[in-house]
């Protein structure tokens, strides 16, 4: 059984097994189904060097701006289609294609996004002088940063069509009312490839349309009796299991997810190393957790490249009404005292009876940041990982102080902001003193356009 392509295996952060190459979608761990609770989400794993030849090379300024073609040395998709016989230029071709698509379809192809200093913020905000920098997502692809994580799944499954193992494209399914219906409506357009959305009866009608106009095929999915969890998840994994491909944001489903969100992390990377910021934190808004899961590990990797020495705290914010990441990390940290176990130990143990730590918050959650709903936080793993190594921790946001944020971060910056994209900065305004103090710049993202 071959495990790797090239350089670069997915494995289970779980229980260790490797996906099989000779697998046409190896998108989660095959023991994911075993049932012993146990965490299985594959994880790209790729010496340093690799990561350290892409950060250097993505650094340059005359680096392609498209991540998927600037840090592609650092990607699981580049080291299978040049183990395949795609030469690097054929790969930069087959991308920069794919992109074009997506450009005619949206308006917008996939490129650098802003990162620039918010000093009138910082002022309004009582931290005059202090640098406060805001990563904004929101006039890319589809008006979030969830398209980055999509695209990675979209490009493996063009890649398998184009190598010719692939005969018939299966349907693409994904479970999401907002941001991450958009960008897969409009990359599945892109790539004539046919798409189901499970939606909640109360998705907003003119996501609705769009996502009609975009050619998807929309399943409402309202609450049956009895059945604990989320309907139009549930009705993703139906599908999935009777043979869709999981075109998701969450990890344990589709592991090129998150290695998607990567590039969003490495540019910020580059773009704090080119602007010579030390980065103190980086906030960033919890809900299925694959976006912050994706910028802990970019910084994590780019430590363990030697291209950063060392890496801001991660702190991650959730809503007072859904705070499922909040109360398994207070369990595990209690858990780390109690046993006295040393942080390796303790992600080890996070990987053990996931449920022990993590499960589905109970209440009907409510909050204007409804983008980061997620009743369980899915990628919690690469989350924690990035927080106990960068001694950053997960904050709760109160109602008011999304509101207030949302107000604020779309009036002084000028961004065209979504609630659920300025969340990040509800936590910082949730901070308290102690909390507050930082030692070099602050970055916020920006991660949705307000529709
Ligand atoms: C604008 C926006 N920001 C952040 C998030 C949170 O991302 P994740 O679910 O990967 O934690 C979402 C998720 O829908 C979103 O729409």
Not at 307 to 313: A, E, G, I, N, V
Request: glycine share 10%; hydrophobic share 40%; proline share 4%.
């Amino acid at each position: 059984m071959s495990v790797s392509v090239g350089h670069s295996v997915l494995r289970c952060v779980g229980c260790g097994v490797e996906a099989d190459t000779n697998v046409l979608f190896p998108f989660a761990c095959p023991n994911a189904g075993s049932g012993d609770g146990n965490e299985h989400i594959l994880v790209r794993r790729l010496a340093p060097e690799w990561i350290r030849k892409a950060l250097d090379e993505g650094g340059q300024e005359t680096a392609d701006r498209n991540s998927f073609i600037r840090f592609r040395h650092a990607m699981h998709s580049w080291h299978a289609a040049t183990a395949w016989g795609f030469t690097d230029a054929e790969y930069i071709d087959e991308v920069t294609q794919l992109n074009q698509r997506i450009g005619r379809v949206d308006g917008t192809a996939f490129g650098e996004t802003p990162f620039q200093p918010q000093d009138f913020l910082a002022s309004r905000l009582g931290l005059p002088g202090r640098s406060l920098w805001v990563k904004d997502e929101t006039n890319h692809v589809s008006g979030s940063h969830k398209g980055r994580h999509l695209f990675n799944i979209l490009l493996w499954v063009h890649l398998q069509k184009k190598r010719g193992v692939l005969l018939n494209v299966p349907r693409l399914a994904i479970a999401s009312c907002g941001n991450a219906a958009l960008a897969a409506a409009v990359l599945a357009n892109a790539a004539d490839m046919p798409l189901d959305v499970f939606i909640p009866v109360n998705a907003e009608p003119n996501v609705v349309t769009r996502l009609s106009a975009l050619g998807a095929t929309i399943h409402v999915c309202p609450r049956r009796p009895n059945e604990v969890g989320d309907p139009c998840y549930l009705r993703f994994r139906e599908a999935t299991a009777a043979g869709a491909l999981p075109f998701c944001c969450q990890g344990p489903d589709n592991a090129l997810a998150v290695e998607g969100g990567l590039g969003l992390g490495w540019e910020l990377v580059v773009q704090a190393k080119r602007a010579r910021l030390h980065l103190d934190r980086v906030f960033v808004q919890v809900g299925g957790g694959a976006l912050g899961s994706a910028v802990a590990t970019a910084f994590l990797e780019a430590v363990e490249s030697g291209y950063l020495s060392t890496m801001p705290k991660i702190i991650a914010v959730q809503t007072a009404g859904c705070a499922p990441l909040k109360r398994a990390y207070d369990r595990l940290m209690d858990a780390q005292h109690q046993h006295g176990w040393n942080n390796a130990e303790t992600l080890h143990q996070a990987t053990l009876h996931r449920s022990q730590w993590m499960w589905p918050w109970e209440e009907e959650p409510h909050s204007l940041a409804h983008g980061i709903l997620d009743d369980e936080t899915y990628d919690w793993h690469g989350l924690v990982t990035g927080i106990v190594a960068s001694g950053g921790f997960p904050v709760v946001a109160a109602e008011s102080a999304v509101v207030e944020a949302a107000q604020m971060g779309a009036e002084y910056t000028g961004i065209d902001v979504c609630a659920t994209g300025t969340s990040g900065l509800a936590g910082l305004l949730s901070l308290d003193r102690e909390q507050s103090s930082a030692s070099g710049a602050t970055v916020l993202l920006f991660t949705g356009h307000r529709r």
